[in-house]
């Protein structure tokens, strides 16, 4: 067999790298690269002179091949980010008569067939990323009050007043309502006037933590507990809030093997950090939120009957937008003052007709639908007075709405309407949305995917993705 390997030419050798699609590149046992083929330099950006001889991590991206021609321990199917885009790295030890020589390694880019096998655990991992973004980002400390609670009519004002009046106990509060009324803004305020305000304020979003991390990021680990752990151990969220507010947002989420758990751990007063035998006795108040309905899922049995009870001791219900319609002036006028500030702007208002369409409209997303149809308007804004014309057209006109979706997923021109003249920041606005539609369509919905077809950051398309409204 080896003789007849040999009798291939150089060429031959070359010309078989360059038709296989993964691209190659192998290193010495020192990491120094050796060789790397043409069409692998070029998408890093490099010439095969300039990378001949170099230590491979000034040359590849994320790179471990200088470890494993070290360690002589192959890593297969590893996902390597090189430029913005995930690569699937395999990365084998060479051998030469049982000794260990260097490394080969292979990257390809997940074709559509192994995209599907390769996006969960791209997803996965994303998933985590964004979980410790968010965490990263979260002060300890509550950022709103009462008095950030925009809003006069009865129903919205009975909320706030049940809300000001038990701060000052410690029991737990469940508050309820659909998504964007504002739950999490009350929790703050709650910790804000309460006699815990000088302790943390800890958020945790149920629905956002992988199910294998939670019981860890809850109450911690010890050192060792598991592969990949940190040394030293680590800290849970329950005992970081310790004499403060812990604030379970998206509780309906929470994955019923952890619900035992979490119940555990309230009425005991204390966490067993994962693989340590010690308990810790904790402190805290808990606020809880979803917009899911728990009734039903106690009867569906996915979530606990006696967690709920234990959660549900005062339950504040926040009434979705579209029932208190004369709050939506007011609290337009807030979130623009807030808008301006990110915006650099001044004096921005809303034309009367504008108010009355925004109370027409029934605000499934409630305040934060109208956070970004604002946000939306003040992109689109040359002066200072929203019209009518800076909304969305599913706003503007809800007749609209039918056609609009029409031509959104039909591309051809002739559904567009005859009102077709409008201003021509509108008008990009639309083609935007309508080609970011597209993008995540044809992305079976992967956000990374989508902006990438499009020729944009991930950061631009999410940012984008907010002011569009689309998710
Ligand atoms: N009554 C209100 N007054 C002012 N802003 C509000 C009000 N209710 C909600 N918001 C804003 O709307 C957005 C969504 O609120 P949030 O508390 O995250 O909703 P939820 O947790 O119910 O999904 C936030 O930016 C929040 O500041
Ligand atoms: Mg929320």
């Known amino acids: 067999m080896k003789l007849d390997m040999r009798r291939l030419s150089i060429d031959w050798l070359i010309e078989i790298i360059h038709i296989g699609i993964e691209r190659i590149v192998i290193v010495d046992r020192d990491g120094i690269i050796v060789y790397i083929d043409e069409a692998y330099c070029e998408f890093i950006g490099t010439t095969f002179d300039d990378a001949i001889g170099r230590p491979v991590q000034e040359i590849i991206e994320n790179t471990r091949m200088h470890i494993v021609a070290k360690t002589g321990e192959k890593e297969i199917e590893n996902l390597q980010p090189i430029n913005g885009s995930v690569m699937i790295a395999n990365r084998y030890p060479i051998f030469i008569d049982g000794k260990l020589v260097g490394a080969f390694g292979t990257v390809i880019f997940p074709d559509p067939d192994n995209l599907r096998h390769f996006k969960n655990k791209m997803n996965n991992l994303l998933e985590e990323l964004n979980f410790y973004k968010n965490k990263a980002v979260n002060e300890l400390t509550s950022k709103y009050s009462f008095d950030d609670l925009i809003g006069n009519s009865h129903t ?49 979003n149920c629905a956002s933590i992988p199910e294998v991390l939670f019981e860890s990021e809850l109450f911690g680990y010890e050192d060792g507990a598991f592969t990949g752990a940190k040394k030293g151990g680590k800290e849970g969220l329950f ?38 035998q ?3 006795p904790i402190d805290l108040r808990i606020i ?26 005062i339950n504040i219900e926040i009434p979705p937008l579209r029932k208190r319609k004369d709050d939506i002036e007011a609290i ?99 083609a935007e949305k309508k080609a970011m539609t597209h993008a995540l369509k044809i992305a079976d919905g992967d956000k990374l995917a989508a902006a990438k077809l499009l020729g944009i950051g991930k950061t631009s398309f999410y940012d984008k993705c907010k002011v569009y409204d689309i998710r």
């Open 332 to 430: 337009s006028n807030k979130l623009l003052q807030k808008l301006e500030r990110k915006f650099y702007r001044k004096g921005t208002v809303l034309s009367p007709e504008v108010v009355t369409k925004l109370e027409e409209h029934k605000w499934p997303g409630n305040v934060r639908e109208l956070e970004n149809v604002l946000e939306r308007a003040i992109n689109v804004l040359d002066g200072t007075v929203i019209l009518s014309e800076h909304l969305p057209l599913y706003i503007r006109d809800q007749k609209m709405k039918a056609s609009e979706q029409e031509s959104l997923n039909n591309n051809s021109s002739k559904h567009v309407s005859p009102l077709a003249v409008q201003p021509l920041k509108e008008t990009l606005a639309q």
């Open 239 to 276: 005992t970081v809030a310790n004499k403060g507010t812990v604030f379970l947002d998206e509780i309906g989420d929470m994955p019923l093997s952890m619900q035992s758990k979490l119940l555990r751990a309230l009425q005991e007063k204390e966490v067993q950090p994962v693989g340590g």
């Open 156 to 204: 919205f004002k009975a909320a706030k007043a049940l809300g000001e009046k038990v701060a000052g106990s410690d029991s737990s509060v469940l508050i309820t309502g659909e998504s964007g009324t504002g739950k999490e803004l009350f929790a703050h305020a709650i910790h804000h006037s309460s006699a815990r305000s000088s302790f943390p304020f800890v958020a945790i």
């Open 288 to 313: 809880a939120a979803t917009n899911r309905d728990l009734t039903k899922m106690i009867e569906e049995g996915t979530f606990r009957q006696d967690l709920f009870y234990r959660l549900n001791v």
């Open 278 to 280: 010690k308990t810790i």
